[in-house]
């Protein structure tokens, strides 16, 4: 027989604190810290999105000159981007209430342009070491002026936020940023209802855990 715990017993009320404890943090990313080596951002013409199993990356590219570059990588949890996607609709709808409609680039031959593989798209694509491994963003912060959007992409750990990458693109390019997370966002969610069977490995790489890309190749901006 177990005798109940007397609340008026100090004993007992050690005992019970002994075992492991967790308590849940919650974030305001408000004040979130900005580095010195973030606060300037970076500009990029086009993002592409790619689909891991547990996680989506976001490369944001500048196509503006040779090597075309991968100048940030983030990758973020499902759910951030079903909410990223959700203020990203927002602040454009606010951006065409204040400033007009966002008027998308008329690209000659854009409809006989064939459209590159992952694989043909990267190898155009410089990447470098400190860009490759990517940045964590579990939070972000989206503001506009009249001709650019800019993204704050902020990791939320205790016991402060800080922001991991600035990023700035044309207003025209956060549109086509939105279309392609939308369209590849309801790939995942398809993907979740009905699961594919495995992929294949590859002889050199292993097995692939990403899918095909969305994004804005060609031909970019």
């Not at 970076?42 to 991968?70: K, N, S, W, Y």
């Not at 079903?82 to 000659?108: C, K, S, V, W």
């Not at 009905?194 to 855990?209: L, V």
Request: charged share 15%.
């Amino acid at each position: 027989m177990i005798d109940p715990p007397n609340p008026d017993d100090p004993s007992e009320e050690s005992s019970q604190n002994d075992g492991p404890q967790s308590q849940e943090i919650r974030h305001s990313h408000i004040g979130a810290l900005v580095p010195s080596h973030v606060a300037r951002g970076v500009f990029t013409t086009g993002a592409v999105v790619l689909q891991g199993q547990h996680e989506f990356i976001l490369d944001f590219l500048l196509r503006m000159q040779q090597p075309q570059q991968v100048v940030a990588r983030i990758v973020m949890p499902p759910a951030v981007v079903h909410q990223f996607i959700l203020a990203l609709q927002e602040n454009i709808h606010r951006y065409e209430d204040r400033f007009g409609p966002i008027h998308m680039p008329t690209i000659p031959n854009q409809n006989q342009q064939s459209r590159q593989s992952a694989q043909d798209l990267y190898e155009t694509l410089k990447i470098s070491d400190d860009v490759q491994s990517g940045t964590y963003a579990n939070a972000v912060m989206i503001g506009h002026s009249p001709t650019e959007f800019s993204f704050d992409f902020i990791t939320t750990f205790f016991p402060r936020s800080s922001v991991s990458q600035r990023v700035f693109m044309a207003s025209a390019n956060a549109q086509r940023l939105l279309d392609s997370m939308n369209h590849s966002f309801q790939q995942f969610q398809e993907r979740l209802r009905n699961p594919p069977p495995p992929p294949p490995a590859d002889e050199e790489n292993g097995p692939s855990g990403f899918s095909s890309p969305e994004g804005d190749w060609p031909p970019g901006l």
